[in-house]
């Protein structure tokens, strides 16, 4: 059977300039997800573009939308991994584009508990219903204060009153221990004097009694008030209620504070620590700070407090290979044709169990399942999946685990997981560049206008030399507009070069779908790979 690879280029989909746009000259900028990064939500994709410019979005080499809005909706069920954004915008046939590749990674919720304080009475009974310890100093004293709310709602107010250096202090305890992910911490805070301090402080245990290598009691300690400022900036501490935000990044080590919707640090480090994050933490201590300037001034008072901690699972883009029954090292995104085997290696693990032919498969560039065998090593976290049959040569995969698979933790992925990759070429090699009146093609829209349309070809044999027959052929709304040919010999090693044209091509209809076809014509037992408009992003 005859295959070739076609290049289409979807009209579409791709960027048109409306009459009412005017000119511009500047590229897009995609602000978020931005090239790079790692993200756990995923909602829209932003970017900065010249007003009236007509935008065309493209993921993961798939027409997305084409709208002169700046932002655009993720697909609901966007697959973990990596993606890549494409936009871009024609001017006359000038195209200006943007993109970025990024990681989208899972993450949920393992535990929250939340205080309103609504139903707090005074006492040692009333701080036991709601399962909070505090300290018991000779000059603390807690009262229940009116909150955030005005009448009728209740806050917390920590008071030291006497002259005795007291610091007092209630702490709360999370469903279990943690010291992975991300953990935030908020409450409501108002403090009755601005250089009073309020610091927070994790605790893992108190020293055992004649043991002094043991953990100590506060592993980080971290003030959010001190001497009437927020602690390490000149921003003034407020006397009013505000809602304070503490995000606490274990496994970047980062810091956010917060008041209401205001940044007041985003630090890449947890400072202040003469311990450092310990990897078991049991709970949080809110501590009041005798103030410096003043002996007797009442503390602080604390309203709706809640924590949350957010796991999230690290990223792996690994694979390697199985070939003449050796394992390769870690290779990137490109495999050889004639492997045995493809491994994933991931940086958490799976169960083992869950580990099976219908949670985890390779798929083709044509949504087909490929049959064959899954397997995992006994740490979970290097997947393997033996196909039945060969793969072909210069084609597209996708490594895919489904969203049924377990986390070491029982917890679902939810979606499926993909990691994409190419297989070599089998038989012959091909790339091309195309270009229009010397100007480089990378959208549909740059072949309307008709002109010269030049192709660059580098045809390289994989083993020995071999001959060849090229068919470039341009079509608009399934009518064909002009069409050559080449035979060529190609040769292994260094390849050969030509170029076809198609010469004074009209223009074309100002609607319908253009296609730009590559074709090789020899009953080849594999696909062409072509390097065309698809792949050069």
């Known amino acids: ?286 501590t009041r700070t005798r103030s410096e300037n003043h002996t007797n001034t009442p503390g602080f008072a604390i309203d709706n407090l809640s924590y949350s901690q957010e796991l999230r699972y690290g990223d792996s883009d690994k694979l390697s290979y199985v070939k003449d029954g050796a394992q390769s090292d870690s290779v990137g995104e490109v495999i050889p044709c004639d492997s045995e085997a493809v491994i994933f290696h991931l940086n958490q693990a799976f169960k083992t169990e869950s580990i099976n032919n219908g949670n985890v498969f390779l798929r083709d560039s044509y949504g087909n399942k490929l049959s064959g065998t899954a397997s995992a090593d006994s740490s979970g976290k290097i997947i393997s999946f033996v196909p039945d049959k060969a793969l072909s040569g210069s084609e597209s995969y996708e490594f895919v685990l489904g969203p049924k698979l377990q986390l070491s933790d029982g917890v679902a992925l939810g979606r499926e997981w993909i990691q994409r990759f190419e297989t070599t070429a089998a038989i012959l090699d091909t790339t091309a560049d195309i270009s229009i009146d010397s100007k480089k093609v990378i959208a549909a829209e740059q072949l309307r206008g008709g002109g010269d349309i030049s192709v660059s070809v580098t045809a390289t044999a994989v083993k020995s030399e071999i001959d060849a027959t090229y068919v470039l052929a341009l079509r608009c709304d399934n009518k064909l507009i002009a069409m050559t040919a080449s035979e060529i010999t190609a040769v292994a090693g260094t390849g050969t070069d030509f170029v076809m044209k198609l010469e004074s091509v009209p223009a074309l209809p100002p609607e319908g779908e253009i296609e730009l076809i590559l074709m090789n014509c020899k009953n080849f037992a594999d696909d062409t790979a072509i390097d065309s408009f698809l792949v050069l992003h």
């Open 1 to 286: 059977m005859k295959k070739y690879f076609k290049l289409i280029i979807l009209s579409s989909f791709v960027l048109l300039m409306l009459s009412i746009c005017q000119a511009f000259a500047s590229e897009p900028e995609i602000s978020y997800p931005q090239d790079g990064s790692k993200i756990y939500i995923a909602d829209e994709i932003r970017v900065t573009a010249p007003d009236g410019a007509e935008l065309s979005f493209v993921l993961d080499g798939k027409p997305l939308a084409k709208t002169c809005e700046h932002t655009q909706a993720l697909p609901e069920y966007l697959s973990y991994g990596k993606h890549r954004i494409e936009v871009s915008y024609i001017e006359g046939k000038s195209v200006y584009t943007a993109s970025s590749e990024f990681q989208y990674l899972k993450s949920y919720q393992a535990q929250s508990k939340s205080w309103d304080f609504t139903t707090l009475t005074s006492g040692e009974s009333g701080f036991g219903a709601y399962g909070i310890q505090r300290g018991n100093g000779k000059d603390d004293t807690y009262q229940v204060v009116e909150g955030p709310g005005g009448t009728g709602d209740k806050a917390l107010a920590l008071i030291s009153t006497g002259t005795e250096t007291s610091n007092p202090w209630v702490r709360f305890t999370p469903q279990k221990a943690f010291g992975s992910g991300v953990f935030t911490l908020e409450f409501d805070l108002k403090l009755n004097d601005r250089y009073d301090s309020v610091s927070v402080e994790d605790y893992v245990l108190w020293y055992p009694y004649g043991n002094a290598s043991a953990n100590p009691a506060n592993t980080w300690d971290h003030y959010i008030v001190k001497g009437g400022y927020y602690y390490g900036t000149d921003i003034p501490a407020p006397t009013d209620w505000v809602h304070i935000t503490m995000v606490i990044d274990y496994e970047n080590g980062t810091f956010l504070l917060k008041e209401d919707d205001k940044i007041i640090i985003d630090s890449d480090e947890i400072d202040n620590g003469d311990y450092g994050m310990s990897s078991s933490i049991l709970g949080f201590t809110l």
